[in-house]
């Protein structure tokens, strides 16, 4: 028994690996994969037909041979059959996407709540846009991912989120019921960042990455060689409670000098309050408050202000978390992203006092879209997974 066992669990982790070599290196003959992955070629041939007859690899397209005989044929993940659903889920708006085993967009919907939901009361409202991304698609959805603003239990079934004021919220309860048997994935916002922004061509070989993601508060996370469970180090705290903020905010947990008090939405709105630009309501809000800011900063003095101040903030903690992880690269999201020019100036300037030679900062193709990639690449893993088991 043990032994039938093992084999099932060995042929599930052949499988696995060879979905996600063809995930991450696109298509590939037989014999690549053979080569590649370190496995027989009879071995190989064997694990594709299965999954060839699941309908989770399709034969791509014929390449030369490279001689005299036969094309070979090379294999690829079927974009007809599976797909996933990634879901991120924001204070100001939540982006839902449906997409085939390549990452390719089938599907996608972007809509706000009129005022912070209950956890019920967002689970039905991911499921019903769920239901009509899937009905529009056709496909058989393999693997969901949520990316949420919060703090999980060990386990990610219980959900703390002082975004939606919720308190050990049993959110993977309400909503895996409503999804069936699709395998669930539960990520933090820069989590699935930085799961997205190593796989961009801007942060070339770099193998590890540090994420810092600002929105009403701050996130950090960490991924090393593309790890799909990149994790913030549990003895660091509340990342935004880390005292690397200006001594003069006061944070809200009482203390003064927390990050969340210095680069906080809140905080920075508060600065420029007087620059005379109204917050509007529904989707990305945040950001086209801090756009029309940006647009200020040549010509108002209170906005110029603040950017510089933010940049500074920022390039504080930006050198002080280097220093502690060593990344090879470092990435930022959330609302600074949408200032602009003036910020990323001001910014790149702040972080010169620091790294005269060379900033680890890296300015992502990806933008704010880098935690809703990284969902579905979290969901598209999830697919593999169980398309392997």
Known sequence: MTEALSQREMRSHNQLLVLRCLRDHGPMSRAQLSDRLGLTRPGVGRIVAGLVEDRVLTDA???????????????????????????????DRT??????LRGRILAEEVFDFSAPPRPDEAAQALYRSYRRLTARIGHEVGGVAVALPAQFSPDRRTVLSAYFGWRDAPFADLLEPLLGEVPVAYRQ?????????????????????????????????????????????????????????DLADRCRCGRRGCLDASVGFGTFRSATEDCGVAFGDGPHAQHQYAAAVGALAATDPVARTAIERLADVLARALTVLTDLQAPQAVTLGGYPLAIGA????????????????????VWTGLGDRASSRGAILVAIDQALRRASG
């Open 95 to 100: 982006r839902v996407a449906a997409t085939d």
């Open 189 to 245: 916002i820069p989590e699935c960042a930085a799961v997205a922004n190593c796989r961009d061509p801007a942060v070339g070989d770099a193998d590890r990455l540090l994420h810092l993601q600002v929105g009403l508060a701050t996130g950090i996370s960490l991924t090393s060689g593309r790890d799909l469970e990149a994790r913030l180090p549990a003895s660091w705290g509340a990342a935004g409670h880390m005292l690397l903020g």
């Open 61 to 91: 397209q014929a390449a030369p041979a490279g001689g005299m005989g036969r094309p070979h044929v090379l294999l690829d993940l079927d974009p007809a059959h599976w797909a996933a659903v990634g879901i991120d889920m924001r204070v």
């Open 342 to 361: 003036p910020l990323k100036a001001a910014l790149d300037r702040a972080l010169r006092q620091w790294f005269p030679d060379t900033s680890p900062l």
